[in-house]
């Protein structure tokens, strides 16, 4: 795989850190996005220099678009340009529907659609110019099927695959790929409040039997970056919990 300048969100815990993991170990030029885990992206910063891999890290809330376009004047102006923009940052809320607030749901879909709206655009304008790039986003299985106590987050997620889809079409013009990357049950942090039994019983629903790793992730959008025949999919990655 070519030598990329790659921007991941949401990059210093779980899915988006072994993403940034997977790809800085590649050759990549990988900016880590991150927010409140400073002492997280450190580590991983630490993590790789072991293995004498540099990996840049850039503070800055994505659901601020005054912070994101500072953070790709950033790249810009060091690296000259972004070849892949993964966006991963989110968060999740468990809540009854019926007690959800406004409050919950701005928070919720600025933190997980509005920031793709806003970090897509501000890097596609570059990509644009150098008619080329990927933009892949991660969202999940329950923007496909729903999720009881989860119905904010399950909006969010149907949305990014909606964006990925028209972007792919809009995009397509420039040379720039598309797509998302759906997530079944992934082992990370995010996933804590699940008991032992809870995921058991969510393991018998799988077919493969298991939940997934971040690594399993990791893997597929190192897949996307290396074929350029893949556009405006929905990469669902879930041990077949959905087909």
Same mark, same amino acid.
């Given at each position: ?51 004498? &891999? ?20 950033? &790249? ?27 409050? #919950? ?12 709206f806003c970090v897509s655009q501000a890097v596609s304008k570059h990509m644009i110019n150098a008619k080329s790039g990927l933009i892949i986003n991660i969202s999940s299985i329950f923007g496909q099927i729903g999720?009881?106590?989860?119905? &904010? ?33 992934? #082992? ?28 399993? &992730? ?26």
């Amino acid at each position: 795989m070519e030598n990329k300048v790659i921007l991941v969100t949401g990059a210093s815990r779980g899915i988006g850190r072994a993403i940034a993991k997977e790809l800085a170990l590649e050759g990549n030029i990988v900016i880590a996005n991150y927010n409140k885990s400073t002492e997280k992206a450190q580590e991983l910063k630490n993590e790789l220099q072991r293995e004498n &891999i540099e990996i840049d890290l850039y503070k800055a809330d994505v659901s601020k678009r005054t912070e994101v376009e500072n953070m790709i004047d950033y &790249i810009i102006q060091k690296y000259k340009k972004i070849d892949v923009l993964v966006n991963n940052a989110g968060i999740d809320l468990v809540k009854l529907f019926t007690e959800v607030t406004d409050d #919950d749901w701005n928070y919720v879909i600025n933190n997980n659609l509005y920031s793709v709206f806003c970090v897509s655009q501000a890097v596609s304008k570059h990509m644009i110019n150098a008619k080329s790039g990927l933009i892949i986003n991660i969202s999940s299985i329950f923007g496909q099927i729903g999720a009881s106590c989860e119905s &904010i987050y399950a909006v969010s997620k149907a949305g990014i695959d909606g964006l990925t889809k028209s972007l792919a079409k809009e995009l397509s013009l420039s040379n720039i790929r598309v797509n998302s990357i759906a997530p079944g049950l992934i #082992d990370t942090e995010m996933n804590n409040d699940l008991s032992e039994e809870d995921i058991k019983n969510v393991e018998l629903e799988i077919p493969l039997k298991r939940i997934g790793k971040t690594e399993e &992730i990791a893997k597929t959008v190192k897949m996307l970056i290396e074929c350029d025949y893949i556009t405006g999919q929905v990469i669902a990655v879930n041990g077949g919990w959905y087909m």
